[in-house]
């Protein structure tokens, strides 16, 4: 009997201790999971909001979901937005403007209701997953540098009230000019005159495990250093070994002038000896469209920018310095913000128009899980090897001629004439032909000298550049 009875004490003893052993192990491994989650690298994109056509917020979250995009940053902390988020997995960071750094870097209760109105209310239904604290303050409104370390501290204790410090991250978003001499990046320290400001702040996020928030866009750095940055080098497009940068203090090798931005950020910390804060780069981007100043603000460069930059992330290659950490990265931006003043660059940043129409495609394929609206199951039609000009000839005076395709840009003077032979020629009519016909089965043939393929022929042939293919140039057009 009494053995029995310590058999049955001893079986609940365990049965307790199972049991929260496995709670354990389960929270260890949601823990784990959220984890896993945090590093792995996203693509997201901001949503500035001077757009003359908005959608509703409900249309606005119903389009996001559409598009598979996981990660927004707003420049506010706009109520209807973050309701329409709720039960949604987007995750969104939320911003202080800089109007309201005065209120919230001088009265933490004035910060603890801010995260009472703007996080507490909605959190978790909506994914908060950071604030973002005033924008580039130090270059901006530098009177104001002195409130944002009060700011954030305010709204990091007002988190800690709440437990929500570890979920929700604070930080302050940064214009890559307080960093100097960037290339090569070993080089690179943060301007000292801002150095009392900066190096309180590191530390203040390697204290609480936050990001250091940087704009970076390769686009001015090229445009400022015409002549000395190449623009392949800016667009992350391949490159001849003697093209890429090397680092001569470290002889790393950049490829692309993003990762040499990033790990400038790096070498800047570094020499503050922050070296456990991990950069998120919360814009980038190449604006589509700009003024006669600004003649490489192109579809074709923008959609090359944006297509190789979220592949860049997805490879998870991290930098020269810092193979094993890449950073996420949100683009600048979802919509053309009509209503900006000039230049004109400025209104045509987007990734598509106010009315979620596309302002060009992005060459995305094989990722899948990003941008539904991509070119993943694109077809082309393109001329095949092995066929002397002759032939070739013949079949695009047929598709020029009787065909009807369009052939006015392969026309000499016209943007598509280079590169000039008679193959290239031939795949953008055949695939203008095949385009027009609606890809109807016969269309792709031209006595046997043609042939689909499902890849895009600009990311063999970076020369074939003029519309990556005709099916996208009418779309631009
Ligand atoms: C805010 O709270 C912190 C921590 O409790 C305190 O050190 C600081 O003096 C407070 N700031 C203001 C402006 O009251
Ligand atoms: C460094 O920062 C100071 C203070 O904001 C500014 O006046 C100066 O122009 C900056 N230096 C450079 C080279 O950008
Ligand atoms: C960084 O560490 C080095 C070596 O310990 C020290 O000499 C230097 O003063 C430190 N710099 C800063 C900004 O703390
Ligand atoms: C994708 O883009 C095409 C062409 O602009 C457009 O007609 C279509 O509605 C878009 N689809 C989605 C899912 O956004
Ligand atoms: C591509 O097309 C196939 C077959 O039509 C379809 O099953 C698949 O879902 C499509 N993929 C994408 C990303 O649209
Ligand atoms: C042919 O293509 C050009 C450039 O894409 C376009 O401007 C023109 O309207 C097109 N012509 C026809 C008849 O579709």
Known sequence: MANSKLNIIL???????FSSFAEALDSQLKQQNQDEEERVPFVGVNIGTDVSNLPAASDLVAFLQLQKITHVRVYDANQDILKALSGTKIRVI????NNQLLAIGSSNSTAASW?????????PQTLVSGISVGDEVLTSVPSSAPLILPALESLYNALVASNLHQQIKVSTPHAASIILDPFPPSQAYFNQSLVSVILPLLQFLSRTGSPLMMNLYPYYVFMQNKGVVPLDNALFKPLTPNKEMVDPNTLLHYTNVLDAMVDAAYFSMKNLNITDVVVLVTETGWPAKGDSKEPYATKDNADTYNSNLIRHVFDRSGTPLHPETTSSVFIYELFNEDLRSPPLSEANWG???????PAYLLHVSGIGTFLANDTTNQTYCIAMDGFDSKTLQAALDWACGPGRANCSEIQPGESCFQPNNVKNHASYAFDSYYQKEGKAQGSCDFKGVAMITTTDPSKFNFEFSCCHFVQLCWNWK
């Not at 079986?11 to 201790?17: A, N």
């Not at 939320?94 to 403007?97: F, G, L, M, Q």
């Not at 990734?351 to 129409?357: E, M, Q």
């Open 115 to 123: 995260i009472d109105r703007n996080v507490v209310a909605y959190y």
């Open 11 to 17: 079986i609940h003893i365990l049965f307790l201790s």
């Open 94 to 97: 939320i911003s202080v403007p």
């Open 351 to 357: 990734l598509f128009y106010g009315n979620t129409t």
